[in-house]
Each structure stands twice: as C-alpha cells, then as structure tokens.
C-alpha cells in the first residue's frame, strides 16, 4: 500500500464543512464507531446523516480517516480493518 498523504488529526482539523467538501462526492463511506460498522453514500444518505457519524464530539472529523479512491473509512474498528485490509 503506498500512501500519498498523511494528516495529522491533532494538528490539522477538519470541522463539518471541510469534511463535507471531502466526503461529498465519495462513492461509498466506512463508519466504524464502538461496536457497529456502517456503509454510507452522499447520494442515498444525504449530508446530516453522514455527518452525524463522521463527526467526533469535539466538532472535528473522526480519526483515523482514510481515503481509498473514492471510498473513504471513517473511525477505527479492529475486526473491520482485518477483514478490509485482506479484501474481504
């Protein structure tokens, strides 16, 4: 996996304009947040919805955030990223 740009969540934020202006066009978005994983879309879910749940308490966009394509995974769920990483 090459990346092509990594982000500091601590010293870039992204509030909810700025995560809406990346995740709008998205074709598919990952949330994993405590025990649950959805499947979002901007064109299915509209914009309250998806940031709703891509949003963290403090006003900014959850980390880890990743962007493959024009999919994105937003938040951190072990059992997922294993499945995810070997393609499954």
Do not use: C
């Not at 509030?15 to 649950?36: C, N, P, S």
């Not at 966009?61 to 995810?84: C, I, S």
């Amino acid at each position: 996996m090459v990346l092509g740009e990594v982000v500091d969540a601590r010293t870039v934020r992204l509030d909810d304009a700025a995560a809406w202006e990346l995740l709008r066009q998205a074709a598919k978005i990952t949330v994993a947040k405590g025990k649950t994983v959805s499947t979002l879309t901007p064109q299915q879910d509209g914009k309250d919805a998806i940031l709703k749940q891509v949003m963290g308490p403090s006003g900014n966009l959850r980390a880890p955030t990743l962007q493959v394509g024009d999919a994105f995974v937003v938040g951190f769920h072990l059992d997922f990223y294993q499945q995810w990483l070997q393609g499954k």
